[in-house]
């Protein structure tokens, strides 16, 4: 039998290292960063590593927030989203992650554009909406 995604990948110490690399290339991607200005950062390395570590078939559960109420009211735009993949892409390289299992994760996470892009223009470094209101610290959760 085929090994998971999740083993694939050099199982949660990877999974770690990698969402560790791909916050701070977010973080100084100034096509998006304006939408981090008000997150707690520890949270959503959390998330993150337990969504992916879930999403390719890890030990892991997701305990976070749905992707759509987490992006709701963020006006996220398709050029935001595609950055991010760049973003994401380009950490993967920076790992050596082969390209099946590169298009392997892009296929779960794809799916999920439609839950968190808003505007539909190319545009990007747009700021976060001062209506919006983030997830709680973890401590608090
Ligand atoms: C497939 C793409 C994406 C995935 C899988 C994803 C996943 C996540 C997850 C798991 C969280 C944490 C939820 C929680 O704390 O409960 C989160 C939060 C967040 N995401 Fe995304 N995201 C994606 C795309 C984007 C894009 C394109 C942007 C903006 C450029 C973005 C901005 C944010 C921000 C600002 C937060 C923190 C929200 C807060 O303060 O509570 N995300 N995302």
């Known amino acids: 039998m085929q090994s998971s995604l999740y083993d694939r990948l050099g199982g949660k ?3 770690v290292a990698v969402i560790d ?3 701070g290339r977010c973080a100084g991607d100034g096509r998006i960063n ?3 200005s008000r997150s707690d950062i520890p949270r959503l390395k959390t998330m993150l590593v ?6 390719a078939g890890g030990p892991c559960t997701y305990g976070g927030r749905s992707m759509r109420e987490t992006h709701d009211g963020m ?3 398709a050029g935001e989203f595609d950055a991010l993949v760049e973003d994401l892409v380009a950490t ?3 790992f050596n992650v082969p390209g099946v299992e590169q298009g392997e994760l892009l296929g779960v996470l794809g799916p999920m ?8 223009t190319a545009e990007t470094g ?5 209506s919006y209101r983030g997830a709680p610290p973890l401590a608090a959760v």
């Open 92 to 94: 993967l390289n920076a």
């Open 113 to 120: 554009r439609p839950d968190i892009v808003e505007i539909e």
């Open 34 to 36: 304006k939408k981090f």
């Open 21 to 23: 690399d791909f916050v």
């Open 126 to 130: 747009t700021t976060l909406p001062e």
């Open 13 to 15: 110490d990877a999974i």
């Open 50 to 55: 337990d969504q992916v570590c879930e999403a």
């Open 75 to 77: 006006r996220v735009t």
